[in-house]
C-alpha cells in the first residue's frame, strides 16, 4: 500500500511558465514533507521541505504548499526554466524515515 | 566538507554472486540510509543506522541482503547470490537530523545479469 503518491508520471511545461507538482499521502502521522529532485545518472538532491505546522514555504522560484485536511502537497516552479528538467520526488517524514513517492518526470519545452 | 560517495559507480555480476557496495556519509552525520530505486519505480527504503542504536532493517526485501555501519562512519550493503530482480541502483544518504533532509549519494548502478 503505497503511502505517498504521485499520480502524474510525466509533466512537460512551457519555459516561461509555471510548472505544478502534486503529491498525495494517505499517513496522517506524517509531520514534514520535501521534494527532491533527480537528474539521471545522480542522486536524488533536496530541493525544498515544509513542516506539518505550516501551509506554505517559500525558497526562490519554489514554492510548497500543503494541504493537511486533504493530504495533498504540491510544488510549484515559477517561471519553469529548462535547467528544471529532472525527475522530481515527493517525501513524507515519519519515525526518522522518509517515504518516496514514485516521482514525476517534469520536460521543459524551451 | 565533501557529500556522501558511494562505490562503485556500476557494478555488473552474475546471478549466484555476491555483491558488496559502499557508502561514505558526510562526516559528522549519525543518521545513515540505504534505498534502492529499480527502473521506473521511486525509492523503496531498505535499512537504517542511526548513531550506536540496533539498525531499522523493517526495509531489507530477504535474508541475501545485509548491511553493517562500521565506527559510526562507512556503510556496506552486501547482496548474497545476487538474483536478476535485484538489479537496480542503490542509493546512499545521510542526514544529521533523522527525519529532516537527506543527503545522497550518486548511487550504485548493479546489473545482475
Known amino acids: 500500500d503505497q503511502q505517498v503518491k504521485q499520480n502524474s508520471p510525466s509533466l512537460s511545461v512551457q519555459e516561461g511558465r509555471i510548472s505544478i507538482l502534486n503529491c498525495d499521502y494517505t499517513?496522517?502521522?506524517?509531520?514534514?514533507f520535501l521534494w527532491y529532485k533527480k537528474y539521471p545518472a545522480e542522486g536524488p538532491t533536496f530541493l525544498i521541505s515544509?513542516?506539518?505546522?505550516?501551509d506554505k514555504n517559500e525558497d526562490g522560484r519554489f514554492t510548497v504548499f500543503l494541504n493537511k485536511s486533504a493530504k495533498h502537497l504540491s510544488l510549484h516552479i515559477v517561471p519553469s526554466q529548462p535547467g528544471d528538467s529532472a525527475v522530481y520526488f515527493c517525501?513524507?517524514?515519519?519515525?526518522?524515515?522518509?517515504?518516496f513517492g514514485t516521482g514525476t518526470r517534469l520536460t521543459i519545452i524551451p | 566538507g565533501a557529500g556522501v560517495s558511494q562505490s562503485p559507480s556500476n557494478k555488473v555480476t552474475e546471478k549466484g554472486k555476491d555483491v558488496e557496495l559502499r557508502c561514505d556519509p558526510i562526516?559528522?552525520?549519525?543518521?545513515l540510509y540505504w534505498y534502492r530505486q529499480s527502473l521506473g519505480q521511486g525509492l523503496e527504503f531498505l535499512i537504517y543506522?542511526?548513531?550506536?542504536?540496533?539498525?531499522?532493517k523493517s526495509g531489507l526485501p530477504s535474508d541475501r541482503f545485509s548491511a553493517e555501519r562500521t565506527g559510526g562512519s562507512v556503510s556496506t550493503l552486501t547482496i548474497q547470490r545476487t538474483q536478476q530482480e535485484d538489479s537496480a541502483v542503490y542509493l546512499c544518504?545521510?542526514?544529521?537530523?533523522?527525519?529532516?533532509?537527506?543527503?545522497f549519494g550518486p548511487g550504485t548502478r548493479l546489473t545482475v545479469l
Open positions: 544518504a545521510s542526514t544529521a537530523f533523522p527525519g529532516e533532509a537527506q543527503y
Open positions: 499517513n496522517s502521522m506524517f509531520d514534514y
Open positions: 515544509i513542516s506539518s505546522i505550516k
Open positions: 517525501a513524507a517524514s515519519g519515525n526518522e524515515k522518509l517515504t
Open positions: 562526516s559528522g552525520h549519525t543518521a
Open positions: 543506522f542511526q548513531g550506536n542504536s540496533a539498525p531499522d
